[in-house]
Each structure stands twice: as C-alpha cells, then as structure tokens.
C-alpha cells in the first residue's frame, strides 16, 4: 500500500499562502493523491484531490510533481479558519479493483496565526 | 440541506453495554463507511457497504457489527466485545464504491465509563 509522510506542524501567517507538503514515493501509476482536513472534533472536509495534473479548485491548488513522487497543497490566502490538520491520502485499491480504501496518516497540524 | 448526519454528537455507556451509533445520508451515495478515530491518530475503517444489505470488514471490525438495509441509513453497533471502545467514530459515504471522493459526518464522540 502507498503511504505519505508529511510534517507533524506547520505554521503560516494570515493572509499568506500555506504550502503543505506531502511525500508518496511508492504512489503507483493509478493512485490518486486525496486532500483533506479536519478541524478540531469535527468531521474531515474534502479539500481536492488529483491523478497527474495539477488542480485548483475553490479552496486550493494541487501541485504534482512530474514523477509524482510527492506533491503540495496550497491554500492561497490563509484565514484563522484554516487552522486544521491536513491529511494528504493516497486511495488504494484492493485486489479486486472494486473498492478503494482512504489510509489515513498522522496528518500535518497547520497553525494560522494573526 | 443534502449531507450525512450523525447522532448523538457525545454519548456515553457503561462498560459491557453495546450501543449504536446513527449514520444518515440523504445524498443519494451507494457506498457508506464507518470510521473510528483515536487521539492524536488518523482514521481507521471498521466497516464498509457498496450497496444496500451488503457490507465488509475493514481493518479494524473486531468488536463491531453494522446492517444496510436502507441505502440511506448504515448503523453501527460498537458491541461489548470491543476491548476499548472509547473514541470518535466518523460515517462518511461515497457516490459509488469505486467513485473516490468520500464524504464525511461530523461525528461521535463515544465515552465508555
């Protein structure tokens, strides 16, 4: 199974952009790179998520590298509201190729600050 | 609003009672997932269903049994046989089984005294 190794923490200033790493050396050819966060007692939030390209949507960018080794969330213009543990995931499949199952690391706890 | 419920948000139970945990969708999603979380930990899947009176274990199942018998609804009973119940259990579901984006609930917090 393809796993990601991010740092524990991270902190960014408010307003500035946050660029969250994440490494999955061992990702295969049809995994894609999931993105989510979770604030405090609360559920996980869909962020995005990618295969090669990379994405944006309204609430981040995805950058992929070009032998999808590792990637990069950026948010553009970080709020206090951003502050949450950041999850980058690479989906499995299992062998029959019907189900795919989320593993889910340790996260990197982001701190927006004032 | 379409999304997925969960209820209670806390709930707490004496040690060798079972106790279930409400997931509701109303996102018309096939697949459903329970997850439970511990501190400071990621997610780990207890159980899964792709379709309605179908389920399968995850990696932690032991102690848990869940039923699917509305495509809507995917309960989960933490049973006494569940060493250390105590954590927060998250339902999330997903449009298909093979669709990857999964939606979650905003969770229980299980308190077992």
């Known amino acids: ?114 | 609003d379409g999304g997925i419920t969960q209820s209670p948000k806390y709930l707490f139970r004496k040690e060798g009672q079972n106790v279930t945990l409400s997931c509701e969708q109303n996102l018309n999603h096939d697949a459903m997932y329970w997850y439970r979380q511990d501190p400071g930990q990621g997610l780990r899947l207890i159980y899964y269903s792709q379709i309605v009176n179908d389920f399968q274990k995850g990696d932690i199942a032991e102690g848990y049994s869940v039923s699917r018998e509305k495509k809507e609804s995917f309960p989960l009973t933490v049973t006494s046989a569940q060493k250390n119940p105590t954590a927060f259990y998250l339902c999330a579901s997903s449009k298909r089984a093979a669709q990857e984006t999964q939606y979650f609930g905003p969770g229980t917090r299980l308190l077992v005294l």
């Open chain 1, 1 to 114: 199974d393809a796993k990601t190794t991010q740092p524990p923490s991270m902190d960014c200033a408010e307003g500035r952009a946050a660029n969250l790493p994440c490494n999955h050396s061992t990702i295969s050819g049809n995994e894609y790179v999931y993105w989510y966060r979770q604030i405090h007692s609360q559920g996980p939030q869909y962020i995005i998520h990618g295969l090669k390209n990379n994405e944006t949507n309204e609430m981040a960018s995805l950058i992929i590298t070009e032998d999808r080794k590792s990637s990069t969330l950026i948010l553009p213009h970080a709020t206090l509201r951003d502050t949450a543990v950041y999850y980058c995931i690479v989906r499995v499949a299992n062998n029959a190729g019907n189900n795919r199952k989320l593993i889910w690391g340790l996260g990197t706890s982001l701190a927006v600050n004032p």
